[in-house]
């Protein structure tokens, strides 16, 4: 059996890299649409009467459906039950009607109306009804998105199990950071240009249609390869989704240390990305016009970064190393990031480069991890469990930032293209951003001592584990 899929996949590697770029570029077009509005801060407080609160509460919004509704682990039953291409054609349709809604709200005029919420007669909150209407679009998106991630891994590794895995999971990982990269470049320049926040949302709606259509021909050749599978002699059926899997992997501690390294260190990177514009133009004085240009050097370096990172994992091991080394650049970028003095553009630039060189390296190290602590049957539902903590983070931590800096980090007004704005003093949110570096040291120190313990063999070169583990575990 191990020998027929082997001669199969060593048969058409052209296949292979076809189906990789097609699911890849799906990623990538759901990844610019996650980080589009991003840019916009400044724009959307100038022109739409946002604060930091309402931007804070819109950013947070990403998780609120895949975490109080359970949408990732649902995701990820749907996943391993239907398969990658109802759970990929379902995520895209989701990420669509969200970028919807979201686009409606953002160019609607809905007057300044305000949604008030209250229980009992005793009012709860109120929110710009505009905001609110946003924040649900990105909640629907949120779900597809995740959905999409977790749907192209598990794609990934249908079809590269036992072949360059690490690289392929490390460029599917480097496809949305090209997404995250035009997000970050095109953005603001666009909004700009044709004065209308919503025009970046628009470009991308038409990008994210053309991601379907590319996931669309994904499906045909996914749904060729099965038929042709299913036709050789000794196929059985992938083992199916069980609740009580939830149980087994939660028993694992390594898995628990691997995913709170992962929730504390996406919520320290992830969520800057969300005011690093502003950050540029308020502490390093940074034109608008420029000021996104100096965050997508971070995706642009991952571009390149987090294959080469994977496959040096794959060739020379060194897994719990290099996310621990991963966790230390944050705690000294963000250290220096929060420095008032330290104002100068080419510092920024420099910060932002090795912050990319981090958020390469841990990824890197990180997904291709997992298959080597849980067994494959398990990896679909690991890593939604993963995203949906994760998420915990990715929801809260923009809303923390967007609340401290309302409440504790005003320092005045400034003028930004002629409106006065308020000027933000970016000092405390710096320093929470290396706090969670801090802890992500720990959490990687923590996942070394007990890789050195069980012998996960994360220090190991994955080729030569691949071989050995993975594809015992995955091909009976
Ligand atoms: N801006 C998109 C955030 C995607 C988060 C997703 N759960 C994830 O962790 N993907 C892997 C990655 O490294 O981007």
Redesign the pocket.
């Given at each position: 059996m191990k020998e027929i899929i082997r001669k199969k996949m060593a048969a058409s590697p052209v296949l292979r890299w076809t189906v990789l770029g097609l699911v890849s570029f799906t990623m990538l077009t759901g990844?610019v649409i996650?980080?589009v509005m991003a840019p916009l801060k400044t724009l959307l407080e100038q022109q739409l009467g946002w604060d930091s609160s309402d931007y804070g509460l819109f950013t947070s919004g990403y998780g609120w459906l895949n975490i109080f509704l359970l949408m990732l682990i649902f995701g990820g039953m749907i996943l391993d039950k239907k398969g990658v291409r109802y759970a990929g054609v379902l995520s895209v349709g989701l990420m669509i009607g969200g970028t919807l809604l979201k686009y409606w709200a953002i160019t609607a005029d809905l007057g300044g109306a305000v949604s008030s919420f209250s229980i009992g007669g005793h009012s709860l909150f109120s929110v710009k009804s505009q905001v609110l209407y946003a924040t649900l679009g990105f909640a629907v998106f949120g779900v597809g998105?995740?959905m999409i991630?977790i749907t192209a891994n598990k794609a990934v590794v249908k079809w590269f199990r036992g072949r360059s895995l690490a690289l392929a999971l490390g460029i599917n990982?480097a496809a949305?950071?090209i997404g995250?990269a035009i997000a970050m470049f095109g953005s603001l320049p666009l909004a700009r240009m044709t004065g209308n926040p919503g025009a970046p949302l628009a470009v991308c709606l038409l990008l994210l249609c053309i991601g379907l259509l590319s996931f669309l021909v994904f499906c045909v050749l996914d749904r060729r390869e099965d038929r042709e599978t299913e036709t050789l002699p000794g196929t059985e059926k992938e083992e199916e989704f069980k609740l009580s899997d939830i149980v087994k992997i939660a028993k694992i501690k390594a898995f628990w240390y691997i995913t709170i390294l992962?929730v504390l260190f996406?919520s320290a990177v992830?969520p800057f990305?969300k005011y690093a514009t502003e950050l540029m133009i308020q502490k390093f004085h940074v034109s608008p016009g420029f000021a996104g240009a100096i965050p997508a050097l971070l995706p642009f370096g991952n571009i390149l970064l987090t294959p080469l990172f994977g496959s040096i994992y794959d060739r020379r091991g060194h897994g719990a190393t290099i996310m621990l080394i991963g966790s230390a650049l944050l705690v000294c970028v963000y250290t220096l990031f929060a420095i008032p003095a330290l104002t100068a553009n080419w510092m920024a630039v420099v910060l932002v480069l090795v912050l990319g060189a981090a958020?390469s390296l841990v990824?890197s190290a990180?997904?291709p991890s997992v298959t080597k602590i849980v067994p494959y049957r398990m990896l679909g539902t690991s890593y939604s469990m993963i995203?949906w903590i994760?998420?915990w983070g990715?929801a809260f931590v923009p809303l923390l930032i967007g609340v401290v800096l309302k409440n504790h980090c005003i320092a005045g007004t400034v003028v930004i293209d002629g409106v006065v704005s308020t000027r933000y003093d970016y000092t405390l949110p710096m320093l929470i951003f290396a706090g969670f570096g801090a802890l992500s040291i720990v959490f990687a120190l923590l996942l070394r001592r007990e890789d050195a313990r069980k012998g996960y063999g994360l220090e190991k070169p994955n080729d030569e584990l691949q071989t050995n583990s993975t594809t015992k575990t995955q091909i009976p």
């Open positions: 990844y996650a980080d998105v995740e991630g990982v949305g950071r995250t992962c996406y992830f990305l958020l990824p990180m997904w995203f994760q998420n990715l």
